[in-house]
């Protein structure tokens, strides 16, 4: 199967400068020439691929529109311009936490996530007990989630989420600043082996993240995003020195 | 269409089972307000004109208050649907938008279904024969396609501006007394000829003729609510279609 392509992307955003003004403050504005927008050009003419079975990395410092490449290609944004071809099933990640509530029970929330992640309930009930083993919350299934401690959390969240994603056998994974989950180191370790045994699944696989040391140990080539283009491609190596020596 | 539907009534019923969470009253939150609202109008009708009241008058102004508050209640959560789950939204590509608005509606459908139980409750208790109440489904029926469409409509308009909030609220004011709640009008007055463009007057007139008079309506006001609901999902409906690319870029 072909892998991920995306060619020309182009994005730009409507900022309203003073979100809040009333009608009057609008007309005043208007008459005196100023406008209340501005545009933000976040990305400009960016194209890349990744083939299946690639983890391809995009770094940049803050807002220089790697969150919203990934929400383009995953269809939650609209681009103004180009194309992405995505086949198969795209999944995102931006967190582990999407959905839980705390006013429900641990049983409650794996499978009121699943319902969020696409499964029925009798396909949640076959992932059930792997997430409850992986949690290693089984004492806690009928506590409702607010009695739990943030690593508590994150371990059922990763764990949930992570085994409705393997079900899903996405053909893209976009990773927005997820590698690893909260918890304590064991539940670390153990969640990043989980995540690497995902990433070698056989997607196509595009990881954005802050932190250096992922980039360069599971990408195979990079992107560095400046001023909503394309500042450096390639190795990890020589693409994060470049953003490094200008960062700093 | 069935994964929209089947997502849809499970964020409805954990949001309507959160809803009760930690009340010592639960679901009976759902029927006070509109309890409290008829026993007041009752008491109010009974002491400034006495003797002038509908026949049935307690039922019939039950089915205008619980007709009335499902389309509120419906149209009020609709506004904020998107808003409310923006970081869903955001941060989950394969959830259609419309499932937040269904999701919205259902939880009213679920709230409506405790009043219509109290409107049951009702009959039972001053004397109307409680079948009647089998034949509210058809009502309901009729009106839904109008909720839907102005349910999509306003969810999409409330994206982008927050005066739709308040707007509605001072709109569903004004609606509450011009449509025939806790009053009757007679055909060819002022406000009976304002009301043949009110959808809650097709709808609480339907229910209460099939509960009440248990007759069947004249046809033409099916005609008209059906149309009005027709209307309503295709604008409100195309419009929510064609800016839901935008509207996560706004949330």
Redesign the interface.
């Known amino acids: 199967m072909a892998g991920l392509e995306v060619k020309n992307i182009s994005k730009t955003f409507h900022i309203q400068a003073r979100p809040t003004e009333g009608v009057l403050s609008h007309v005043i504005s208007a008459i005196e020439g100023r406008g209340n927008t501005w545009e933000l050009r976040v990305l400009n003419d960016i194209s890349f691929s990744c083939k299946p079975g690639e983890v391809f990395g995009i770094i940049g410092s803050n807002g220089c529109g790697k969150s919203t490449l990934l929400r383009i290609i995953a269809g939650i944004y609209r681009q103004d311009k180009g194309i992405v071809h995505a086949p198969g099933r795209v999944v995102y990640l931006s967190g582990f936490n999407i959905g839980l509530q705390s006013k429900l029970t641990m049983r409650e929330n794996i499978y009121l996530v699943g319902s969020i992640m696409g499964l029925r309930k009798r396909e949640v009930h076959r992932y059930f007990d792997d997430i409850v083993r992986f949690s290693g919350l089984k004492d806690f299934l009928d506590t409702k989630i607010y009695q739990f401690s943030s690593g508590m959390v994150a371990r059922l969240g990763f764990s949930s989420i992570i085994s409705f994603v393997n079900h899903k056998k996405p053909d893209v994974v976009l990773l927005d600043e997820v590698l690893g989950a909260g918890g304590d180191a064991e539940f670390k370790r153990e969640a990043l082996a989980k995540m690497e045994e995902f990433m070698r699944s056989g997607a196509a696989v595009i990881m954005v993240s802050h932190d250096m040391k992922p980039i360069q140990k599971y990408c195979s080539r990079v992107i560095l995003l400046r001023d909503g283009k394309i500042a450096a491609e390639g190795r990890p190596e020589e693409v994060i020195e470049e953003y490094e020596g200008t960062a700093a | 269409m069935r ?1 929209i539907l ?2 849809s009534f ?2 409805a019923k ?1 949001s309507f ?2 809803r009760n ?2 009340s010592y009253l639960g679901i009976m939150w759902y029927l006070l307000g509109p309890l409290a609202l008829f026993f007041i109008i009752l008491f109010v009708k009974g002491a400034a004109f006495p003797g002038t009241s509908a026949p049935s008058y307690p039922i019939y102004l039950l089915i205008g208050i619980t007709g009335f508050n499902f389309f509120r209640q419906s149209i009020t959560t609709s506004i904020q649907a998107i808003n409310m789950n923006a ?9 259609s938008l419309e499932t937040f608005v269904l999701a919205t509606i259902l939880e009213s459908v679920f709230s409506h279904i405790f009043e219509i139980a109290l409107v049951a409750a009702f009959m039972i208790y001053f004397g109307v024969p409680v079948l009647g109440i089998l034949l509210y489904p058809l009502s309901f029926l009729v009106f839904f396609p109008f909720i839907l469409g102005a349910g999509f409509f306003c969810a999409a308009v409330g994206v982008y501006t927050t005066d739709l909030d308040n707007i509605w609220m001072i709109a569903s004011q004004l609606l509450f007394f011009v449509t025939p709640v806790f009053y009757t009008i007679e055909p060819g007055t002022m406000l009976h000829t304002v009301n043949l463009f009110n959808p809650v007057f097709y709808f609480v007139s339907i229910s209460r003729t099939l509960l009440i008079d248990r007759t069947f309506p004249p046809l033409w006001m099916f005609g008209v609510i059906l149309g009005m609901g027709a209307l309503a999902c295709f604008v409100g409906i195309k419009i929510f279609e064609a800016k839901k ?2 509207l ?2 706004k949330v």
């Open positions: 994964e089947r997502l499970s964020l954990t089972k959160l969470e930690g970081g869903f939204i955001r941060s989950i590509n394969n959830i690319r935008e996560a870029e």
